[in-house]
């Protein structure tokens, strides 16, 4: 892994919000992708060409089309790198925590995936643990 | 023809045969996955399983058949849950992709046939970075990270 390119990929809100469209949807076309996007054609392909040079999308062809994929493989060695084995599961708690408690004050603004109403289950279950 | 769900790529400085090997090596995958990979004889047709190694239990946690076997560049794996065994349409599919670059090695990992919504989906797509960054540091170090206790969660 390149670090710097990880970093320098991810310095741009723009890529940012790539990333985050292929989180929800994976597998897009560069079509489907500038139709959620406020940019041009043009520079949603610089964007994806920096962001595949980084490795944090890759691309296969299926057919005529290429599809993009968010590839967390060099986020996750990052993660590797200053996160110790005993401090994962208590930021792994905080991180439910803040979620959980985030959720029920927001509640109807926070992204799908975090208003499904499990989040508060998760933190109790993640306290059991560590009771 | 459906998209595949998830697709993974690591660059490892290793050789197609080494990191071939450790795909395929249930002593190896135990020290980077938590789990050994096993079949009685790896080839098209056989069946394999991923059994647990990070306690005694040899639990066996997936089931499958090989579907491609082409050394060292390309293999096929069917995926499922023992309970499915005999439900072939209910398993996803493994393709690992091994390309050899000039001094590195690209594996691609994709990840189809998956049930949308499935527990499946949810623990492969936090599963595999994981044993990703961890193949690569045993393969270009020797020795993997923290030890695997997070295989357990």
Request: hydrophobic share 35%; aromatic share 8%.
């Amino acid at each position: 892994m390149d670090a710097d390119k990880v970093f320098k990929a991810l310095a741009d809100p723009s890529r940012r919000q790539l990333l985050d469209w292929l989180h929800g949807d994976n597998g897009q076309t560069l079509g489907e992708l500038c139709e959620d996007l406020d940019m041009t054609r043009q520079a949603v392909t610089k964007h994806l060409a920096l962001l595949e040079d980084a490795n944090l999308v890759v691309t296969i062809r299926r057919g005529r089309e290429k599809l993009h994929y968010l590839n967390p493989v060099p986020l996750h060695e990052i993660h590797e790198r200053w996160i110790g084995k005993y401090e994962r599961r208590r930021l792994q708690a905080l991180h439910e925590l803040k979620k959980g408690l985030e959720a029920k004050r927001g509640e109807g603004r926070q992204p799908k995936e975090e208003r499904d109403g499990q989040a508060g289950i998760r933190v109790r279950h993640v306290y059991s643990h560590h009771a | 023809m459906d998209k595949p769900e998830f697709v993974y790529v690591t660059y490892i400085a290793t050789t197609p045969e080494k990191l071939w090997k450790a795909l395929l090596d249930g002593e190896i995958t135990r020290q980077y996955w938590g789990y050994r990979n096993v079949s009685d004889n790896w080839k098209v047709g056989s069946t394999w399983r991923h059994e647990r190694a990070y306690d005694d239990s040899g639990m066996v946690a997936l089931v499958g058949k090989v579907v491609e076997f082409s050394p060292p560049r390309r293999l096929v794996l069917t995926w499922g849950v023992p309970a499915d065994a005999a439900n072939e349409s209910k398993h996803s599919r493994v393709t690992f992709d091994i390309e050899p670059l000039s001094d590195t090695v690209r594996l691609t990992i994709t990840h189809d046939q998956l049930e949308p919504g499935s527990e499946m989906e949810r623990s492969i797509a936090e599963g595999w970075p994981k044993v990703l960054s961890n193949l690569k540091t045993l393969l270009e170090t020797g020795h993997t990270l923290p030890k695997f206790e997070f295989f357990k969660q």
